[in-house]
């Protein structure tokens, strides 16, 4: 699943800030690195494992809890190991703060579901804008 770029603010050290919008790299796919796609392969299969059970609305919160920790591991390694370009950084960002964000909300005590989306929808963007996904 895909969706429209995801727009952020730069982190500008101009004073002022443009929004960063996720884009390809002069219209090819954003090369990855071992750690990316390990990374990023993790959290797609143990979303794809758990999105069943959800729709359901059977998910527990302790299930939650405990996707999120994993997912949560999973970017930690990704930002610990992967060695990409800055500019190519720069985009993962976009999607790994979708991510963060979906994480904090299946930890919550509300809106699980919502962060659920989240993830998923950054994962497509991933799918989208980085090489190779291999799913």
């Not at 729709?55 to 990704?78: C, G, L, P, R």
């Not at 964000?101 to 929808?121: Q, W």
Request: negative net charge.
């Amino acid at each position: 699943m895909s969706s429209p770029g995801f727009a952020a603010e730069s982190h500008s050290h101009s004073g002022t800030s443009a929004p960063v919008q996720l884009q390809l790299d002069h219209g090819k796919k954003w090369q990855t690195d071992h750690a990316l796609r390990r990374g990023m392969s993790e959290i797609h299969t143990v979303m794809e494992k758990s999105l069943p059970v959800i729709h359901e609305k059977a998910f527990t919160s302790a299930q939650y809890e405990a996707v999120a920790e994993h997912i949560q591991k999973q970017i930690d390694y990704v930002v610990g190991n992967c060695k990409l370009p800055e500019e190519a950084d720069q985009q993962l960002h976009l999607v790994l703060e979708q991510i963060i964000d979906g994480v904090a909300d299946m930890k919550a005590d509300t809106g699980r579901d919502r962060g659920a989306e989240k993830i998923v929808t950054a994962l497509g963007q991933y799918r989208e804008y980085f090489e190779p996904a291999g799913w």
